[in-house]
């Protein structure tokens, strides 16, 4: 997969440089969330370094990256979960979002999917908010309904909700591949 070209930014793999970088994108984002959505103890920490060294050396990690200045102004990080593309985490910086940068992280994560023939995305996230649930749906995810949840995203948001976020607020999407 080739680097992908927009107008002031680009999409590419993590390079182990961007690393120290990611944990400040993923707290400026945490900023964008109402106290009622995002626990004060989730909204003053981030993944361990180890969480992003771990991804960059499967391949499972991208970056948006600033044309100008070549910093990093977004991420996407993917696992595996019982044979799918599970989107982990995703974040912009707030100074750059609503320019399509979830948009095209989200895009290289499907278009590598494709590629490596997985069936679907899946993904956990506020159902409520206009960046999380809507946006999601915007780009064809669907919720899955409690009753049919497989089995790992249920113990996903039974992990989410030991974490502080409420359950009620909370859901799991996917997105079928061609």
């Known amino acids: 997969m080739a680097t992908l070209m927009y107008l002031t930014y680009t999409i590419e793999r993590a390079r ?15 900023t964008l969330f109402p106290d009622e959505d995002l626990p004060a103890n989730l909204r003053q920490t981030c993944h361990p370094a180890k969480f992003f060294r771990d991804a960059l050396d499967r391949n499972h990690l991208w970056v948006a990256r600033n044309k100008a200045t070549q910093d990093p102004i977004g991420f996407v990080l993917v696992d595996v979960v019982d044979d799918v593309i599970h989107i982990t985490e995703m974040d912009v910086l707030p100074e750059f979002s609503r320019r399509g940068v979830g948009r ?14 997985y069936d679907r995305l899946t993904l956990t996230t506020f159902r409520h908010l206009p960046w ?9 995810f669907l919720e899955i309904p409690q009753p049919l949840l497989p089995k790992p995203l ?5 992990a989410e909700a030991q974490l502080g976020l409420d359950p009620q607020n909370r ?8």
């Open 16 to 30: 182990l440089s961007d690393l120290p970088q990611l944990a400040d994108i993923e707290l400026a984002a945490a």
């Open 104 to 117: 095209a992280l989200i895009a290289t994560v499907r278009e590598w999917a494709e590629e490596q023939r």
């Open 171 to 178: 859901i799991a999407m996917e997105l079928w591949l061609e």
């Open 132 to 140: 999380n649930g809507p946006f999601y749906r915007r780009l064809g």
């Open 154 to 158: 249920a113990e996903i948001l039974a």
